[in-house]
Structure formats: structure tokens, C-alpha cells
T-cell receptor, first 112, second 114 residues
Framework: GDSVTQMEGPVTLSEEAFLTINCTYTATGYPSLFWYVQYPGEGLQLLLKATKADDKGSNKGFEATYRKETTSFHLEKGSVQVSDSAVYFCALSGDSNYQLIWGAGTKLIIKP | DAGVTQSPTHLIKTRGQQVTLRCSPKSGHDTVSWYQQALGQGPQFIFQYYEEEERQRGNFPDRFSGHQFPNYSSELNVNALLLGDSALYLC???FGAGWGTEAFFGQGTRLTVV
């Protein structure tokens, strides 16, 4: 069945560092791909999405490109801030499938 | 515009009891999905309701049941609670019959079974 694998955390970076959180997936057909973020004490928020191969999703300085050839959707940000500290989830929604399938989440800690 | 609202926010129940969780979708949304999120893990899909019918179900036992009302709000019922049912229960709403649409999440109900 469909699945999502993302890098284990926690990931600890200094402010203004470059961020990459890896996400790979297994799915038939052409899934839609998502990154959600969960800030401490808050619910899940959609960060960005991509619905077809080579699409780039972007929001709040974060970017991710849908790479079908490598089945990846890595999250990147050029300069992280302390306020980016949160748990980041990669998820997919497959063809003819209404559910979101989630990775385990990656906790990001940004130190000033 | 209110987002997705869930009630209650926290709940403590005893093994064997039954619980009902409630969700009001974002304005304009007609589809409600429920997820269970154990500590330190990603959410697991329980089921989705659309047009008052269960459209898809995840790998959860029949103790988990739900309902969607004509105003699109939804309830999640869990019978014969087990300690392992302790988790954050998330409701997500979206619009339309298609897949791959953006889901908006509530802040969840933290259920503790003792």
C-alpha cells in the first residue's frame, strides 16, 4: 500500500541555517503531496502542497518539489528562524483514495 | 470565519466506557475526516464522511463509529474503550467529492483512557 517515509528527528539547527527535511513516498499513480506543520500546542496546518510531477509548492519561505523520478518531496528553507520550531509532517493523498497517509513527523528545533 | 472546531479539548475516560467526540467543519466544507494521532507518531486515518455517509474507512475496529449530520458536523464514537485508545483525535474538513483536496484540521481532542 501507499506509504510515506521522512527523516527522523529531532533536527537541531542554529538560526539562519539551511534546512532540508527528507520525504520519500511509495504510491501507485499520481498522488498529491503535502507538508503540514504542527506548532507546539496547536493543530496541524497545511504548509504547502503539490499535485503533479515537477510542481513546486512554496509558503513562508519553505519550498518542496514533487520529484516523481525519485519519489521524493523534500522540504527546504534557506534561512530558518526560531519561530520555525515545530513538528513537520509529510503526507500524500493517492489516486481514488480519500485519506491522507502520513509520515511519522520530524521535530525541528531552532536555536538562537 | 471559524475554522474547524472540536469538542471537548480534553477528556478522561475509564476502560470499557464509551465516548463521543464532536466536530464542526470549516464554513463551506462538506466533508469530514477523523484521524487518531498517538504520541510521537503521524495521524492514522479512521474514516471519512461525505453526504452523511461513511465514504472510506481505515484499519480501525467496529468499536469506532461515526455520524455526519445534515449541517455537515460530525461525531466520532468509540465503544468499549481500551488503554490503547488514548491519543489525540483530529478532525479534518474539506470540500467536495474529489481526492487530493486540502484538508483543514481542528486542534484535536486529547483522550486519556485510565
Amino acid at each position: 500500500g501507499d506509504s510515506v517515509t521522512q527523516m527522523e528527528g529531532p533536527v537541531t539547527l542554529s538560526e539562519e541555517a539551511f534546512l532540508t527535511i527528507n520525504c520519500t513516498y511509495t504510491a501507485t499513480g499520481y498522488p498529491s503531496l503535502f507538508w503540514y506543520v504542527q506548532y507546539p500546542g496547536e493543530g496541524l496546518q497545511l504548509l504547502l502542497k503539490a499535485t503533479k510531477a515537477d510542481d513546486k509548492g512554496s509558503n513562508k519561505g519553505f519550498e518542496a518539489t514533487y520529484r516523481k523520478e525519485t519519489t521524493s518531496f523534500h522540504l527546504e528553507k534557506g534561512s530558518v528562524q526560531v519561530s520555525d520550531s515545530a513538528v513537520y509532517f509529510c503526507a500524500l493523498s493517492g489516486d481514488s483514495n480519500y485519506q491522507l497517509i502520513w509520515g511519522a513527523g520530524t521535530k525541528l528545533i531552532i536555536k538562537p | 470565519d471559524a475554522g474547524v472546531t472540536q469538542s471537548p479539548t480534553h477528556l478522561i475516560k475509564t476502560r470499557g466506557q464509551q465516548v463521543t467526540l464532536r466536530c464542526s467543519p470549516k464554513s463551506g466544507h462538506d466533508t469530514v475526516s477523523w484521524y487518531q494521532q498517538a504520541l510521537g507518531q503521524g495521524p492514522q486515518f479512521i474514516f471519512q464522511y461525505y453526504e452523511e455517509e461513511e465514504r472510506q474507512r481505515g484499519n480501525f475496529p467496529d468499536r469506532f463509529s461515526g455520524h455526519q449530520f445534515p449541517n455537515y458536523s460530525s461525531e466520532l464514537n468509540v465503544n468499549a474503550l481500551l488503554l490503547g485508545d488514548s491519543a489525540l483525535y483530529l478532525c479534518a474538513s474539506s470540500f467536495g467529492a474529489g481526492w487530493g483536496t486540502e484538508a483543514f484540521f481542528g486542534q484535536g481532542t486529547r483522550l486519556t483512557v485510565v
